[in-house]
T-cell receptor, first 113, second 112 residues
Framework: AQSVSQHNHHVILSEAASLELGCNYS??????LFWYVQYPGQHLQLLLK??????LVKGIKGFEAEFIKSKFSFNLRKPSVQWSDTAEYFC???????????FGAGTRLFVKA | DTGVSQDPRHKITKRGQNVTFRCDPI?????LYWYRQTLGQGPEFLTY????????KSRLLSDRFSAERPKGSFSTLEIQRTEQGDSAMYLC??????????FGSGTRLTVV
């Protein structure tokens, strides 16, 4: 079955630390990849997406993600986190020819001020 | 663009009752999705509409669940004979083709 695996359920960092959240998806052909973020008390929103082309994708608020096809991975990175990055982050994948997007279980990030 | 609206925000119902949720997508979006999310999990796909046509429905859904999108505008999700296991956050999302979802704030259902 198609699935998305996020490596960490909870991550705690201090401000200015670097962030990398792991994401792997199961093989199923050509994919579109997404990261969504949910800030406390807010709804899910799109952080960045990859469809094709440059495997290094830049999103909002200084986030970026790298698609490594050989590893079926789409890890999220940020060089220096801020307290305001405290949120839950969801990796998601859709497969070409399919309609739905499949989400990982999420990673809760807490940034200490 | 007023975003995706969901109503109600919260619903508490007794086991065995029927409930209906509404979703108003972004008007320019042709795709509408329903997802369910429980604590500690990511959103789980329920069903998908392209315009007014329901093109995919999760095999996880029982026959107690039904969704409609008349005229390709708003959508409703009905759960009949609710069970405690139906307690969850029900999320609606819309998109233009597959360019990424815009989510609503969700309807939190509690079955007592």
């Amino acid at each position: 079955a198609q699935s998305v695996s996020q490596h960490n359920h909870h991550v705690i960092l201090s401000e200015a630390a670097s962030l990398e959240l792991g994401c792997n998806y199961s093989y199923g052909g050509t994919v579109n990849l997404f990261w969504y973020v949910q800030y406390p008390g807010q709804h899910l929103q799109l952080l960045l997406k990859y469809f094709s082309g440059d495997p290094l994708v830049k999103g909002i608020k200084g986030f970026e993600a790298e698609f490594i096809k050989s590893k079926f991975s789409f890890n999220l990175r940020k060089p220096s986190v801020q307290w305001s990055d405290t949120a839950e982050y969801f990796c998601a994948v859709s497969y070409t020819g399919g309609f739905k997007t499949i989400f990982g279980a999420g990673t809760r990030l807490f940034v200490k001020a | 663009d007023t975003g995706v609206s969901q109503d109600p925000r919260h619903k508490i119902t007794k086991r065995g009752q029927n409930v209906t949720f509404r979703c108003d997508p972004i008007s320019e979006h042709n795709r509408l999705y329903w997802y369910r999310q429980t604590l500690g999990q990511g959103p789980e796909f329920l069903t998908y509409f392209q315009n007014e046509a329901q093109l995919e429905k999760s095999r996880l859904l029982s026959d107690r669940f039904s969704a409609e999108r008349p005229k390709g505008s708003f959508s409703t999700l009905e759960i009949q004979r609710t069970e405690q296991g139906d307690s969850a956050m029900y999320l609606c999302a819309s998109s233009l083709e597959n360019y990424g979802y815009t989510f609503g704030s969700g309807t939190r259902l509690t079955v007592v």
